[in-house]
């Protein structure tokens, strides 16, 4: 179960579209995609072509790093706004 998925308990209409809770899950799921889909699939040094030096993938995965660690914030705000915000609107 994703975190997003996770963070839907408990909260009556968290998935419903058209809904407040439906609009905050529904940005959850975005940062969950991206993060998983766009930076952490990318952390695999085999999935880079196989002429990249090392040290140029080292200084791609650093950043990508920064973005994971980013996108991981993301859903933590987005989390608590579906706590705070999505139960009962």
Known sequence: MSD???HRDGCTNAGE???V???LTAA???EDQISKGMYE???ARAKWPAELDDETFGQIKKRLTTLVE???KH???LQA???EHAKSK
């Open 4 to 6: 997003s998925a996770n």
């Open 21 to 23: 809770g439906g609009f």
């Open 28 to 30: 959850l799921n975005m």
């Open 70 to 72: 980013d996108t991981k």
């Open 41 to 43: 699939d990318y952390m």
């Open 75 to 77: 859903s933590k705000i």
């Open 81 to 83: 706004l579906v706590r």
């Open 17 to 19: 579209p058209g809904t």
